[in-house]
């Protein structure tokens, strides 16, 4: 009978795996490996890195409590190479396997590195699909094939038809409607308290990754502690539960809120449990279906989750496979500014970004809206350069990884894809943060003007954006009222907005 090694990443944390399927407990190996290039390619938050490391750790435990032979690489063992090649080859001389099982990883340059280990090894490499999600990479090609700009929307539609989901008995949406989202962009009422949500103390296990990683990385970004994420399934399964009985009921009203001092709300904080395996997809849809089915959720907040994951998930890890590698070197609005160093180091006047980045910092956590309209926002309106902007959002959420990060934050944050994958930019000005937060009542800038020293920068940002990317936008039908608006000024009052611009930003010192 043949020997595996079977390499299992820090994102596959999954007993269902397609590389353990078929496992022989009595004969095949399976590597774990902590490697240095994974922990540095970007200055990953302290808090991410542990998370993945303990888990990684747990995993492997649970794994030898199945009696199941695990070899552990540890980041700080001598021998380690630091890099999956060095250790796939190291383990295959230690264990003299027939071949090496390994499932798709999550990131194009992992692949290619996957894909020449068969030369450095001397052994077959069986990369297999990785079945975990609804839509394999050629479903979503299947879909794409021939489309010019892919809508998220359709392949919802489609992946709700395929899987049943909130679907009738007759086969139609729940409701008599796909999409809930007009119903989901409520501000918190006033008086409103954010719920407590379940935090996890850490281990001995995870103490000890949080020690490794105060040595190691003491210099990167974020705080390392408190440090409260769930790193077994168990605990995830934990916050998932936690979720659905506290938050989700009022999830879909408040989705797009803010709030100052909150950075949780009643949003799901399960991604970094599915992005590295702990969840999965399915279970939790049909979880949270449920809530709905037995009428302890509404349709607006089940539709609105399920469409995140069922919906957006799948269709950004569908698009990052079918455009790379071409789709990350786009920069469709020659965006070219140097990344603001605040983004880094949170000190600025602006409040919703302090607040934003600050909660970042300290949790290496912020939700949807936050990233895609106060981050991601600015980063749009000052033209920031995305290749920077997508090194920033990896390094600093612990649910990122390059398969869904890229696409969200090229595509939906910053249009550098041009329209590929959202239908115009999501630019706005400082009234939306005002309308969806409490962020603007503290800031050092007024809202309510729009140039002059004290004025909210998002509102002259906003108009320098259009005026300077008027060519590549004004034919945009979903651009087409502020274009009428920027087509009334002189020319005088669109030199001056522009300037007022351009003074701010070279006034940002570059990271």
């Keep these: 009978m043949s020997v595996s090694l079977r390499l299992v990443l820090g994102d596959q944390l999954s007993r269902d795996l397609s590389a353990l399927d078929g496992l022989d407990s009595a004969r095949d ?32 435990a649970e794994l030898r409590a199945e009696g199941i032979a695990v070899d552990y690489v540890t980041l700080d063992d001598p021998q380690n ?32 590195a996957m ?58 949406p729940e409701g008599g409607h796909w999409n809930y989202d007009a119903e989901n962009r409520k501000p918190l009422p006033k008086g409103f308290t954010p719920p407590q949500r379940q935090r996890f103390a850490p281990d001995a296990m995870t103490q000890e990754v949080l020690d490794l990683v105060a040595r190691h990385f003491p210099d990167n970004f974020g705080d390392l502690e ?34 100052q001092g909150a950075p949780f709300l009643h949003h799901g904080l399960i991604a970094p449990y599915l992005n590295i395996g702990l969840l999965g997809p399915r279970e939790i849809c049909a979880a949270v279906e449920a809530e709905y089915r037995e009428g302890r959720a509404p349709l607006n907040a089940v539709e609105g989750f399920i469409r995140q994951i069922l ?41 919703c ?26 980063a749009l309106l000052a033209g920031i350069d995305p290749k920077q902007v997508e090194e920033w959002y990896l390094a600093v959420y612990a649910d990122a990884f390059e398969w869904v990060e890229l696409p969200n934050t090229h595509g939906m944050a910053l249009f550098a894809d041009g329209g590929i994958m959202a239908s115009k930019p999501y630019a706005a000005s400082g009234a939306y ?55 009334k000024w002189p020319e005088d009052r669109r030199q001056a907005i522009a300037r007022e611009a351009e003074n701010f930003l070279d006034s940002l010192a570059a990271s």
């Design 115 to 172: 894909r020449g280990w068969a030369d450095e090894t001397g052994l077959p490499v069986d990369i297999r699909e990785d079945t975990r999600f609804f839509a394999s990479r050629r479903r979503f090609a299947r879909w794409a094939e021939d489309r010019r700009t892919y809508r998220m929307e359709f392949f919802y539609r489609e992946m709700r038809r395929e899987t049943g989901i909130l679907l009738t008995s007759d086969g139609e």
């Design 311 to 351: 919906g957006w998930r799948e269709y950004v890890r569908g698009l990052y496979w079918h455009r790379m590698p071409a789709y990350a070197d786009s920069n469709a609005l020659d965006a070219q500014r140097p990344l603001p160093w605040f983004y880094w180091g949170g000190e600025t006047r602006m409040n």
């Design 226 to 259: 408190p440090f409260g994420w769930a790193v077994t399934r168990a605990d995830a399964l934990a916050a998932l539960a936690e979720f659905l009985s506290h938050s989700l009921p009022r999830f879909g009203d408040y989705q797009d809120a803010m709030k």
């Design 433 to 487: 943060i005002d309308r969806m937060s409490d962020f603007c009542g503290t800031c050092a800038y007024k809202v309510k003007e729009k140039s002059g020293p004290d004025a909210c920068p998002f509102n002259y940002l906003y108009w320098a954006f259009l005026i300077r990317n008027e060519k590549a936008l004004k034919g945009n039908p979903r651009m087409a009222m502020p274009y009428r608006t920027l087509a």
């Design 29 to 60: 190996v399976v590597l774990l490996a902590e490697v240095a290039d994974e922990a540095t390619y970007v200055p990953h938050h302290k808090q991410k890195i542990a998370f993945i490391l303990s888990a990684m750790r747990h995993f492997a």
């Design 353 to 378: 970004l302090q607040e934003v980045i600050g909660q970042t910092r300290q949790h290496a956590y912020s939700h949807h809206i936050q990233r895609l309209m106060v981050t991601g926002n600015f």
């Design 81 to 112: 190479t630091g890099s999956f090649t060095g250790e796939v080859t190291r383990a295959a001389a230690r264990h003299k396997p027939d071949h090496i099982v390994v499932t798709e990883p999550g990131e194009w340059r992992v692949l290619q």
